[in-house]
Every structure is written in C-alpha cells, then in structure tokens.
C-alpha cells in the first residue's frame, strides 16, 4: 500500500492518474482524475457519498472503503478505468466550474450510445463514461453552459459499474467483456513483472525498492506530442516533464532490468537536440523548451549504462556518438568565450541547481562541476572514438586542457571556486555543487581528492547531503538547493569518491540516503535536518537513485 496523497495511482504507459494534487502545490479534499496531455489538468472530481470514506492504494487497486460499502477502481489500459461500486455511491463531476469558449469542460449525453460525454478545453479530449451494471442515480448539467454543476451520480445501496476513458474526436461505443477482478490480477502481474526486472535483488535491507519501482512504472506514459518515444516522467504531480539530466537517472535505474526502456530514457532528449548540438531544457508532451539547458552528465551516464547494456550494435553507437559530439560541440563552441578554455553557465538553472549559492554574485560563471562534468564527456567521446575507429587524440587533448584549466583557474587549494566568464573575478561560495569535482574520481589529484573529500563531509547530516551546509547563513529548510537533500547531487558524489578511493565515506552517504528514503518515500528533496520530504512528493529520479544505491549495495554484499 502507498499513500495517495503522496503518489499518484495511475498505470504504465497512461496519460491519466488518480489523485488530490490539482496543481502545483495544490491538494483537493477528493481524488480527481487529472490527465497529463497538454500538462497537469484535473478533469473530473470523485467524491464518496460518505466523505468519511478511507481510501486504500495498491500498485493495481485504489479503494473507497466505508462501513456502507466500498467503491473499487482499476486500470483497464492506458486510456480506459474501471470503476464498481457495491452499497457506497459516488459522484462523478467534472473538476471545472465554469464553462467558457476557451475553458472548461462541457457535458452531453451521447444519442449515439447513452454515454455521459465530458470534453474538456484544456486536455483537448474526452472522457466517456459508460455505464456497465446497474443505472445512474441521475446527472446535472448536461448541455449547460457558463456556471454549472456537471456530473453523474452513482448510487448507494446498490452494485453499479462503469467504465471511464479518455480518447480524441469518436470513439467505437465502449465494449469490453473483461471482468473487474481479472483487470486488477492482470495489473497487479504487469506491475510485479516489472518489479522482478528491475529490483530482482531486493532484500530486507533495501524494503523500499519495490515503491521505488511503482513510482517508475506508474510514470511511464506512452509516446504522445513532442514526447515520441515511452518516456518516464519526473512526475504525474506537476513536475511532469522529461527535464535533461533527471533522465540520466532514469535510465540507469532501469537498465539492468528493462534496457529498451533505459535506452528510449537516455536518447530523448537528443531526439530534440537544436542547430547547434544543444539540448533542451525539458520535454513534455506539448512543449519542448530552450530557454535553458542542463549540465552535460550525459557522457558520465552513458559510461555507467554501457556496462549494463548489451545489445547496442555499431549503428546505434555511432549515431549515439554523433549526438553526444554534437552536445560537446556546444559547450566547447557557444559557451566558451574568446581564449578561455572553461565552459560556462548563464544562469544557475543551467547547471541544474537553480538558486544555489555558487551563483550568489555572477551567474554567467565558469564552474568546476561543469569542467568535470565535460572533461568525463571528452573522455567518454573519446574512447567511443577509438572503438568506432576514428580519431580520438581531440577528444583527450581537450579533456586534459579543460582539467588543467579547472585546477589551475578555479582551485583555491581548498576548494574550487567559481568565476565570471566576463571579467574574471573568482566567487567563493559553501555549495555543494563547487565539490562536485569528485566525480572524475581518481583523475583528480591525490590533494585534491582528500581535501573534496573533507568538505563533502562537512554537509553530511542524519539524513545525506545538504547541498548548503546547515551552519551556513545562507541555508533554508526549504530552499530547493540551498539546503535540502537531493538524489542527483547524492548519486554523483556518491560515485566520485567510490572511484576517488574515498570508499567509508561513499557508502556512509549511500546509506543514509537509502535510510531517508525508506523512511521519507521519493520527494523532489528533503529537508536536511528532519529528514522530511518536500515539493513535489513522487519524484522519479529519486525512486531511480535509491534503486542505483540500493542495487549497488546489495551486489557489493553479495560479492563479499
């Protein structure tokens, strides 16, 4: 079981979940079915005809429960919910108020088949309701305009069912002879099967890898729009895009167990790369855009997910290569200025950790994490250049220019330091981000290494990482990344002092962030202190961060 108010129920490959989030930010008293094309939209209310009603969720069942009776709901598909009530009634309305020629969702009923037919504005779909068993207690609002209460009434006392799906312009009358009960055994399979592949060592050491895994799966929706590949999305709350490092994460949760699935997470956004070899900020279904970018870990993901897929042949290689050469060339070409050999960010959302204190002064700045982040890509490219048979001596020549740069530029001989792209001038700040260098591992120098490492150690709390220390006069409780817990920051430093060596250290931080996670489930971060989650509550490249721990842990255990 999981709480509904932290994640959403909803099924592989659907557009749809049930939930109280409405917006950002912004919980209803009643479930609602929300939609997700063309962005976050909640489109129709259910409420109990007892409010008191408790409501229970399963990776396959979500439940109303009553002492008058209950109201059960199951996936049917992608598109398609099933819904059957037995003593508790249910009223299904439509979440918009008001009907306006730009807004809204209008309500008929179809002479065609005796369906109640909601249409909604902003999804730009239907939603057909179709009764199976039993008969309405009645409806309102059909054929209303401007202000109006739109709905269908279920009854109680009695067994009803019927079935909801979401389509475009016509649909075929409903037509199913799938029982409920099947619906539920069927899912409850797709879910386990998925499960079993991606957690297959999951122990009681690791008891949160198999919500980890319905976060996934229930946030996997079906190519649709700009999104044409299956995509998982960092959400179905309102962070419901594809965002261009958070897919890293993805696919490396995934590919042990479903490598096609990883592989579609890690090419997408390249499948939108611009002229100039950038990639997109985000992704979603009816907007891709580029107003921003994110930092470039992909040549570090690709390294990691090579040793876990198999079946990549030469053509896929070689046009994989293209592209991650293609979004090199970027950084090398239009964020380098005139004679500098360091790569820059215009802006902290470019590095992915928007209002971090690095960023306080200047925010058109040359980094350290950025410098690292391309020299593992250079280097990446490099060794895919040799396997293809091409020259690789640019690709190296360049990564040990940008190294050098990066230690002889931005090194205070403590920590490394940030500096404006257009005057020069250093900018020393107490993020976590300006130790991120650790993840070239064992290319650092031995000085360098120790000293990222005894700084790593002093944001280190009960709970992982903050990304500002929790003495400093600039942390917030909750102030996104100056403060809080994050998976990604976790995961790449985690890594770096693995590889750097610095193994006590690694594994104290991988098992503090699991322990946060089992006991916080998968927010977008948490609170360095408490350990509580905050923002958006069911967020992906958490749930994929604890599975890359919680694997690697349980491998090293099996190996020793």
Known sequence: MFSIQDIPFSYRGSWLNISPVVAEKTYADDLHLVS??????????????????????TPALLTWQHETGRVELAYEGPDTIRVRGD????RIAAAAATLTPFSGTYLYRDPVDGSHVFTSYETGRRYRLTVLHGELAGSDGVQALGAADRGVTLPAGQPWEIAIEEYEAARRPYASTALFDDLVRAAAAAFTA?????APWRGPQTPAAELAAYVLWSATVAPAGFLTRPAVLMSKHWMDKVWSWDHCFNALALAAGQP????????????????????????????VLYNYVKPPIHGWALGRLRRQLSTLDRAELTRTYDRLARWTDFWLAARRAPGHDLPHYQHGNDSGWDNATTFDGDRVVETADLAAFLVLQLRCLADLAGELGMPTTSWAVTADRIQAAMLDQLWNGERFTARSAETGQPQASTSLLDLM???L????????SAALARRIETHLTAHGLATEPVDSPHYTADGYWRGPIWA?????????????????????ISHR?????EKSGFAENFDAETGTGLRDRAYTWTASSYLILAAAYELRGSST
């Open 194 to 198: 998925f499960v079993d592949a991606v």
């Open 260 to 287: 096609e699935l990883a592989w579609d997470q890690f090419q997408l956004p390249f499948d939108h790369q611009d002229p100039t070899g950038a990639l997109p900020d985000s992704v979603t279904h009816s907007e």
């Open 87 to 90: 003593g508790l009634g249910m």
């Open 36 to 57: 997700h094309q063309t962005g976050l939209h909640p489109v129709l209310r259910f409420t109990p005809s007892h409010l008191d009603a408790t409501v229970v969720a």
């Open 437 to 439: 260098p650790i993840i």
């Open 513 to 517: 962030f699991r322990a946060l996670c």
């Open 441 to 448: 591992g064992a290319d650092l120098p031995a000085d360098v």
């Open 488 to 508: 990604p920051s976790t995961v790449l430093i985690e890594d770096g002092l693995r590889r750097a060596g610095h193994t006590d250290l690694a594994d104290e």
